[in-house]
Nanobody, 130 residues
Framework: QVRLVESGGGLVQSGGSLRLSCAIS????????IAWFRQAPGKKREGVSC????????FYAGSVKGRFTISRDSAKNTVYLQMNSLQSQDTAKYLC???????????????????????WGQGTQVTVSS
């Protein structure tokens, strides 16, 4: 059974940084992707960033490109989302998800859209104060 556990959220001032972690367990496929999504109250869930298991190819939504960096530590089975230059519009609950249709999920992320991934974590709240 796949399990994804997010951590690292919190309250930060505008312009600050946070690093989110997604601890992964139970994935048996060698080809998959891990993505970060976010959802603010009253808004649709949107894709933020994605990383493939093969080659660590990364993808970003336009709204975060240049500010957020996704990375993977295979030894720790953890995916990170480094978020810099945070803005109030980045306030949301951030969720990580896994899917074996890696290319499809990651390409969807680049359009900032949501995606019905196979597995989801519970999320971690990020609040940016102005």
């Amino acid at each position: 059974q796949v399990r994804l556990v997010e951590s690292g959220g919190g309250l930060v001032q505008s312009g600050g940084s946070l690093r989110l972690s997604c601890a992964i367990s139970g994935i048996t496929s060698s080809y998959y992707a891990i993505a970060w999504f976010r959802q603010a109250p009253g808004k649709k869930r949107e894709g933020v960033s994605c990383i493939k298991s093969e080659g660590d190819e990364t993808f970003y939504a336009g709204s975060v490109k240049g500010r957020f960096t996704i990375s993977r530590d295979s030894a720790k089975n953890t995916v990170y989302l480094q978020m810099n230059s945070l803005q109030s519009q980045d306030t949301a609950k951030y969720l990580c998800a896994s899917d074996t249709s890696a290319q499809q999920m990651c390409l969807t992320i680049t359009y900032g859209r949501s995606y019905e991934a196979d597995n989801w974590g519970q999320g971690t709240q990020v609040t940016v104060s102005s």
